[in-house]
């Protein structure tokens, strides 16, 4: 009975550790903050993990852009927003 317990319950949520390298910082936020959650939420999770995030970006079109810097690094990580909704993650040096 205690095997099928552990085996239906959902896995603990791993920790969110910053990459040695840059190559991977997008795949590890992509897993955090998935595409498709509302920027929101997206925004609200860099700055619980002390990213620094500025306002988002003027747009003439739909799509907006959020700026945000990795704490104790020079990389910079932009938040591509759609309708309300984290699009896509870049990650920059």
Known sequence: MLIALFACSDPPARPFVLPGNIEDL??????AIPEGRDIAGARSWMRAHDFTCEAP???ATDAHATVCRVPGRSWTVVLIERNGRLQDV????
Request: aromatic share 0%; charged share 25%.
């Open 26 to 31: 997008r795949a590890r936020l992509l897993v």
């Open 90 to 93: 870049q990650a920059r040096p």
């Open 57 to 59: 970006l003027p747009s």
